[in-house]
């Protein structure tokens, strides 16, 4: 895939980028190294301070980074400024916990033998980071913050589709004042990956993305004794029960299946409503999903932008039609869009059985599809019936219900009465084929640290 802008409202190819030589990527890989043992020596005050200049400047520059996102692949410039804002909001966070989430943990020395014991959090190298085009800033930055305030420095594999925005990463730390090396985007294709991943001097990976790219890092990772964090897709089911708040739950499920045109790993996929109150759920969901207005990302009152490429609108596409072929219902939407762009309209089916593709598969566009359940067992059976486990968002008012949804269904994270996202607060990531490995949080912090148990006796 050539390393290049293209408009995804208008077709149109912006910019070409040459991707780095052999020996261009070595240099890069050469200087992260050499940083890294400057870099880890630096205290948590003087990497916090550049955290937060980096929040400055995600503040100053938020309109700019957000028209380049759009730009480059499609999401509607009100949802471009929230990434922004929202990645401020991760530097900061870092900046004020990270010291106190990586502070030396004592230990029972009287019950180990020693006159002291601790455990230390220790960073452990050049982590490369291979990211997506969905969330360009945001899925970068949630890694970046952490990995920095903990000492690690960041190689970049960003996707070949939004090469500007990882370009503007890079100049971001380094105006922030971040050590040259400790920070760099390397424009290179998906094949550089198990070169970078087998060189030494790189010391553990995180990936964003497919299930299948999260099984070629993981399997090289492995296989080099390399640890990794792996976020990849998802199906997340969406429970309504009796009990709901029928409207509030309707207005938010339309919110989670067009945010970002659908192209979200953790967006609601798959309703699953009890069929005491299936007919005016679907009525509302349907009608506010058909009323969403599809068009320029550029424009302030666009709800719905273009998918990021030709390829992901073919996609989807092609798992409608599947869907209709084997017997689904069109609500709404369901067909293509004319004109320049890759624009797909919101669409809604019933009728999914798991004989289609859309049943196994991530939908990654404005996809929903609808499914009726007689009652909580069922709820759960089909809200785990997936390869997937990353969310889940579940609507009762019922303490009982709640529980159960809470111990039984499989997923990273499950959001009671409202709508599934990710917090720095709270750690991030998913089970089965959604990955390993938690983002955000102490646990994101922690994640590419070497975690070091210290013993020490007496010296006589």
């Known amino acids: 895939m050539a390393i290049a802008t293209v408009n995804p409202a208008t077709g149109q190819t912006l910019r070409m980028f040459e991707a780095l030589s052999d020996a261009d990527l070595d240099d890069r890989i050469a200087r992260a190294a050499r940083a890294f043992e400057t870099y880890r020596r630096t205290g948590f005050a003087a990497r916090a301070g550049w955290l937060r200049a980096s929040a400055g400047l995600l503040d100053l520059e938020r309109d700019d980074l957000a028209a380049m996102m759009t730009t480059e692949m499609g ?249 209709v072929r084997g017997g689904a219902r069109v609500l709404c939407g369901g067909h293509g869009v004319d004109g320049p762009g890759y624009f797909y309209p919101p669409t809604v089916l019933t009728g999914v059985t798991e004989q289609m593709r859309m049943y196994r598969e991530e939908i990654f566009g404005p996809v929903a599809q609808v499914h009726r359940v007689r009652d909580i067992g069922e709820a759960i059976e089909l809200a785990n019936a997936t390869a997937f486990g990353l969310g889940a968002s579940v609507w009762t008012d019922d303490p009982s219900e709640r529980d159960q949804f809470i111990r039984d269904v499989e997923a990273g994270a499950v959001f009671v009465n409202g709508m599934t996202a990710s917090f720095p607060e709270l750690p991030f990531g998913g089970v089965k084929n959604s990955g390993y490995g938690r983002e955000l949080s102490a646990s994101g912090i922690r994640a590419f640290c070497n975690v070091q148990a210290v013993w020490v006796g007496t010296g006589r």
Not at 102 to 125: H, I, K, M, N, W
Not at 201 to 216: F, I, K, P, Q
């Open 75 to 323: 999401k509607t410039l009100t949802e471009a400024r929230a990434e922004v804002r929202k990645c401020a909001r991760v530097c900061r966070f870092y900046a004020e916990h990270g010291q106190r989430m990586l502070a030396d943990e004592p230990a029972d020395q009287d019950a180990v033998g020693a006159v002291l014991a601790y455990t230390r959090y220790r960073p452990l190298g050049p982590v490369l980071a291979v990211m997506p085009w969905n969330f360009p800033l945001w899925q970068v930055l949630r890694f970046a913050a952490p990995a920095l305030m903990s000492g690690n420095v960041g190689l970049l594999k960003h996707a070949s589709n939004v090469p500007q925005t990882a370009l503007a990463i890079e100049a971001l730390f380094r105006r922030a004042g971040f050590p040259e090396g400790v920070f760099q985007t390397l424009l290179v294709g998906a094949d550089a990956v198990d070169r970078i991943l087998r060189d030494d001097r790189v010391r553990a990976a995180t990936l964003t993305g497919s299930e299948r790219a999260g099984r070629a890092v993981g399997a090289v990772a492995g296989g080099q004794i390399k640890p990794t964090v792996l976020e990849l897709g998802g199906s997340d089911p969406f429970v309504v029960m009796p009990s709901a708040d029928l409207a509030r739950a309707a207005s938010t499920a339309v919110t989670s299946r067009a945010l970002n045109s659908g192209q979200s790993c953790i967006a609601a996929k798959r309703f699953i409503v009890h069929q005491d109150v299936a007919e005016p759920f679907e009525r509302l969901f349907v009608e506010r999903m058909a009323a969403l207005r599809v068009g320029d990302p550029m424009d302030e009152s666009t709800e719905v932008g273009p998918l990021a490429s030709a390829a992901q609108r073919a996609e989807i596409e092609d798992l409608v039609e599947d869907a």
